[in-house]
């Protein structure tokens, strides 16, 4: 009887070994409990249905910004002095019209940039007559015009007419622009403030 009690004693000790580990074995064996997780403060769509197009919590990181761009992932990635601060959707360009890669800088930054070379042609009577039309090349009826794509927060990176800007992203992950990096606007206005001429951008694949 006193074996039966002893077995039976060693048994549930045993099994309540099994159920839980010691508080410091949960410290040295899932360290990420420690971490800190910081919350953005901005993240858009606000709809828990859909998948954010950026988040940003860089607003009271100090350093020069700088930003990194993924072809395959369509998406920036914001640093701040090497520390991320933040992400989002981009649209690069589509077939034909290639996003160039490497390093670059910002040359130029324009709150309220119009393009000179993509728009809308207009008739005299103003009915928008091209939604998709190309300076120099589409055809201007007598009496129209030519009015270039809005391109707010225009942040130039080449001599030869590619930025970044706000701009639509129809289907966030894929290619849609001529050539330019477009932003979603909020994110578009985040960055030109935050960026000045001189900040590093690279894009890659």
């Given amino acids: ?35 800190t997780v910081r ?30 761009i993924d072809l395959s992932q369509q998406k920036a990635f914001l640093f701040k002095n090497g520390q991320n601060v933040g992400w989002t959707y ?13 390093t670059f800088r910002i040359m130029e930054k324009i709150a309220d940039k119009r393009s000179n070379r993509y728009g809308m042609v207009f008739d005299r009577n103003g ?3 091209n939604s998709n039309a ?8 007598p009496g129209g ?10 942040m130039r990176i080449t001599g030869y007419g590619v930025g970044l800007h706000a701009g639509n992203i129809p289907n966030p992950g894929a290619p849609a622009s001529h050539g330019c990096i477009r ?14 001429v001189g900040t590093r951008v690279t894009i890659m694949h």
């Fill in 183 to 196: 932003l979603p606007r909020d994110m578009a206005e985040t960055i030109f403030q935050n960026a000045s």
């Fill in 145 to 154: 015009r030519f009015v270039g794509a809005k391109m707010p927060y225009w």
């Fill in 1 to 35: 009887m006193k074996t039966s009690r002893f077995s039976l004693a060693l048994l549930s000790a045993l099994l309540l070994c099994q159920c839980e580990l010691p508080q410091f074995s949960r410290v040295a064996f899932f360290p990420a409990l420690r971490e």
């Fill in 127 to 129: 009915n928008v007559v």
């Fill in 39 to 68: 919350r953005p403060l901005m993240v858009l769509p606000a709809s828990a249905s859909q998948s954010p197009l950026y988040v940003w919590h860089g607003g009271g990181t100090p350093g020069p910004l700088s930003v990194n």
């Fill in 134 to 141: 190309t300076a120099g090349v589409s055809r201007v009826p």
């Fill in 90 to 102: 981009v649209a690069t360009g589509r077939s034909g019209f290639a996003t160039p890669t490497g």
